[in-house]
């Protein structure tokens, strides 16, 4: 069983930056494909960036440009630096994580807690 912990959300103004983490249990979590998630009230859950144990990284169009998603080469963790933020990204912050081909699917093993992100205007 992975557990996962994400930190870093918070309060910001419109335009601004904020990183999230997502640290790991496992220590061979760099074979772990992972993804953020979000979800705002009202909204279903998407997928915003993922990383492939490879390193390629996916993101969503709305973020393309804003984000980006890392992974730390000296701990199990992955981030996710999200720059010139809009109140639309409001939401909480998902990390998840799996081995599973079921990714195609945004079905992930592991999800952390979630971070509230909130932007405003």
């Known amino acids: 069983q992975v557990q996962l912990v994400e930190s870093g959300g918070g309060l910001v103004q419109a335009g601004g930056s904020l990183r999230l983490s997502c640290e790991a249990s496992?220590?061979?979590?760099?074979?772990?494909?992972v993804g953020w998630f979000r979800q705002a009230p009202g909204k279903q859950r998407e997928l915003v960036a993922r990383?492939?144990?490879?390193?390629?990284?996916n993101y969503a169009d709305s973020v393309k440009g804003r984000f980006a998603i890392s992974r730390d080469t000296a701990k199990p963790a992955v981030y996710l630096q999200m720059n010139s933020l809009k109140p639309e990204d409001t939401a909480v912050y998902y990390c998840?994580?799996?081995?599973?081909?079921?990714?195609?699917?945004?079905?992930?093993?592991?999800w952390g807690q979630g971070t509230q992100v909130t932007v405003s205007s």
């Open positions: 998840a994580a799996t081995t599973s081909s079921r990714w195609i699917r945004n079905e992930y093993d592991y």
């Open positions: 990383i492939f144990s490879g390193g390629t990284t």
């Open positions: 496992e220590r061979t979590f760099s074979r772990y494909l």
